[in-house]
């Protein structure tokens, strides 16, 4: 399940380590210190979820060792280091070991921001998707994976199953955190190139030279057979589709052109950023856009399908009570109007973080779900929205959470639900077909 990103910053010097780590708090991340990269070592293992800064110069072990050292642990961990100031073959020599990039000493903050910003992005969209490949070889399970009976959520599943088996290239568009990626996996998973390569690269995770050189090739003295070539007859995702520069537009057009109709490759794009209202098809050129859109999936933010809120957070809590091995918190009636009342900038992602803290929360047994998303929305610098919804929505989410959770807690056995609710079974069975909830999906 998604976490919190850290970054664990690793410099002998207590000064350096302290300002870096105040800055990057200050800036909203959530930050560790180590005082040497053996002690850093015992911390980070594979799948680690955040990302490395480190000095270069430290006594014991130094930072291109524990470099080594870290892409052997997890290739894919971005490990950003500081050089000193015009320490060009040093900057030049992490890199070809595989850094994700360089700051020289004394740096800007802002560009270390930035740095940290984009790295943590990759990582996450880097363990999103390792997560999710653990799952590709059954299509069903990930189909299993999308809570929600929104009218939008039961056309999104008809659409996946649709254009799983279609053969256009496909565009996936929507607010970070609505299920992107978990969409880019399950229409691979259901469709005819299930068994075949699953191939992910993010477009905004590499200069462009570089890009372009894992995408299209040529190959270089490290070996690796260009993306295209290794997704042949399977499906590739271009995440941050967005960031492709013109020049390697042209080429990926080239490359789809070239494939034919129907084409061997399937290309997944998906397109991660919003910033200033610019969308995807201001960012690609028209021709290209246009190939890549044949197909299109627009994932709605979760703040407009209410109805899946109170849905996701009871299934949600309800894993994490498991994985905690305690009980799954109650919502009271004036939770359930707030969670429906929050904004989620951070959609499915965010809406799991808070479960998992409304759970630990209650095996504690202190804070509120309302504490937590007053929080929540202080970080993202954003308010309740106070935007009103109909009274009969607010009644009818909480109605329908409860019974919900009531037959999974009795496994589907009417009559105790009838008797905890105090509803007579004619009622209760009208309620249930109204919100379409069927009895065998409990037992
Ligand atoms: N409808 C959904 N039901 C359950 N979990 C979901 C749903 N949509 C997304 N998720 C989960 O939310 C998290 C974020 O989804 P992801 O696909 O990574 O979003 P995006 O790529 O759009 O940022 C993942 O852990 C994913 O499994
Ligand atoms: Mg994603």
Same mark, same amino acid.
């Given at each position: 399940? $998604?976490?919190?990103?850290?970054?664990?910053?690793?410099?002998?010097?207590?000064?350096?380590?302290?300002?870096?780590?105040?800055?990057?708090?200050?800036?909203?991340? #959530?930050?560790?210190?180590?005082?040497?990269?053996?002690?850093?070592?015992? !911390?980070?293992?594979?799948?680690?979820?955040?990302?490395?800064?480190?000095?270069?110069?430290?006594?014991?072990?130094?930072?291109?060792?524990? /470099?080594?050292?870290?892409?052997?642990?997890?290739?894919?961990?971005?490990?950003?280091?500081?050089?000193?100031?015009?320490?060009?073959?040093?900057?030049?020599?992490?890199?070809?070991?595989?850094?994700?990039? @360089?700051?020289?000493?004394? @740096?800007?903050?802002?560009?270390?921001?930035?740095? !940290?910003?984009?790295?943590?992005?990759?990582?996450?969209?880097?363990?999103?998707?390792? $997560?999710?490949?653990?799952?590709?070889? *059954? %299509?069903?399970?990930?189909?299993?994976?999308?809570?929600?009976?929104?009218?939008?959520?039961?056309?999104?599943?008809?659409?996946?199953?649709?254009?799983?088996?279609? &053969?256009?290239?496909?565009?996936? *568009?929507?607010?970070?955190?609505? +299920?992107?990626?978990?969409? $880019?996996?399950?229409?691979?998973?259901? +469709?005819?190139?299930?068994?075949?390569?699953?191939?992910?690269?993010?477009?905004?995770?590499?200069?462009? #030279?570089?890009?372009?050189?894992?995408?299209? %090739?040529?190959?270089?003295?490290?070996?690796?057979?260009?993306?295209?070539?290794?997704?042949?007859?399977?499906?590739?995702?271009?995440?941050?589709?967005?960031?492709?520069?013109?020049?390697?537009?042209?080429?990926?057009?080239?490359?789809?052109?070239?494939?034919?109709?129907?084409?061997?490759?399937?290309?997944?794009?998906?397109?991660?950023?919003?910033?200033?209202?610019?969308?995807?098809?201001?960012?690609?050129?028209?021709?290209?856009?246009?190939?890549?859109?044949?197909?299109?999936?627009?994932?709605?933010?979760?703040?407009?399908?209410?109805?899946?809120?109170?849905?996701?957070?009871?299934?949600?809590?309800?894993? @994490?009570?498991? =994985?905690? +091995?305690? &009980?799954?918190?109650?919502?009271?009636?004036?939770? !359930?109007?707030?969670?429906?009342?929050?904004?989620?900038?951070?959609?499915?992602?965010?809406?799991?973080?808070?479960?998992?803290?409304?759970?630990?929360?209650?095996?504690? %047994?202190?804070?509120?779900? !309302?504490?937590?998303?007053?929080?929540?929305? =202080? &970080?993202?610098?954003?308010?309740?929205?106070? =935007?009103?919804?109909? /009274?009969?929505?607010?009644?009818?989410?909480?109605?329908?959470?409860?019974? &919900?959770?009531?037959?999974?807690?009795?496994?589907?056995?009417?009559?105790?639900?009838?008797?905890?609710?105090?509803?007579?079974?004619?009622?209760?069975?009208?309620?249930?077909?109204?919100?379409?909830?069927?009895?065998?999906?409990?037992?």
């Amino acid at each position: 399940m $998604a976490r919190m990103m850290k970054i664990a910053i690793v410099d002998d010097e207590q000064d350096m380590r302290q300002s870096i780590s105040q800055w990057l708090a200050l800036s909203g991340f #959530d930050t560790e210190t180590y005082p040497s990269a053996e002690e850093a070592l015992k !911390a980070i293992g594979p799948d680690w979820p955040g990302v490395v800064v480190s000095d270069i110069k430290m006594p014991g072990m130094d930072g291109m060792a524990f /470099l080594k050292r870290l892409m052997s642990v997890d290739s894919g961990l971005p490990v950003i280091m500081i050089t000193g100031h015009g320490d060009v073959p040093m900057a030049v020599e992490a890199m070809r070991v595989g850094a994700y990039d @360089f700051l020289e000493k004394p @740096f800007n903050p802002d560009r270390m921001t930035e740095l !940290a910003k984009r790295a943590t992005q990759a990582r996450r969209m880097t363990l999103d998707n390792r $997560a999710l490949r653990r799952e590709l070889a *059954d %299509g069903s399970t990930l189909m299993k994976k999308l809570i929600g009976n929104s009218p939008a959520m039961e056309r999104l599943r008809e659409d996946i199953l649709d254009l799983g088996q279609a &053969d256009g290239h496909v565009l996936i *568009d929507g607010e970070t955190g609505t +299920g992107k990626t978990l969409v $880019a996996h399950a229409l691979h998973a259901v +469709g005819p190139r299930a068994g075949k390569k699953f191939v992910v690269v993010s477009c905004a995770a590499y200069a462009e #030279d570089m890009l372009g050189k894992r995408l299209f %090739g040529p190959m270089d003295e490290g070996g690796q057979i260009p993306l295209v070539e290794e997704a042949r007859g399977g499906t590739l995702v271009l995440e941050d589709v967005e960031a492709l520069s013109h020049p390697l537009q042209s080429r990926l057009l080239t490359f789809i052109n070239d494939q034919g109709t129907p084409a061997e490759t399937r290309i997944i794009a998906i397109c991660n950023d919003h910033e200033q209202g610019r969308t995807v098809e201001d960012a690609l050129r028209p021709d290209l856009y246009y190939r890549l859109a044949a197909l299109k999936i627009m994932l709605p933010p979760l703040r407009s399908r209410g109805e899946d809120i109170l849905v996701l957070f009871t299934r949600l809590s309800e894993q @994490f009570s498991e =994985e905690y +091995g305690c &009980d799954a918190p109650q919502v009271t009636a004036q939770e !359930a109007a707030q969670l429906l009342q929050a904004p989620w900038p951070g959609n499915v992602r965010q809406l799991i973080n808070v479960a998992e803290r409304a759970v630990l929360q209650n095996r504690r %047994g202190t804070g509120s779900i !309302a504490s937590l998303l007053m929080s929540e929305n =202080e &970080d993202a610098g954003q308010t309740m929205t106070t =935007e009103g919804k109909p /009274l009969k929505e607010y009644v009818e989410s909480f109605e329908k959470m409860l019974i &919900d959770n009531t037959m999974r807690r009795h496994r589907g056995s009417i009559t105790a639900v009838m008797e905890e609710l105090c509803l007579p079974r004619r009622t209760l069975n009208e309620k249930m077909a109204k919100y379409g909830l069927q009895r065998q999906d409990y037992l």
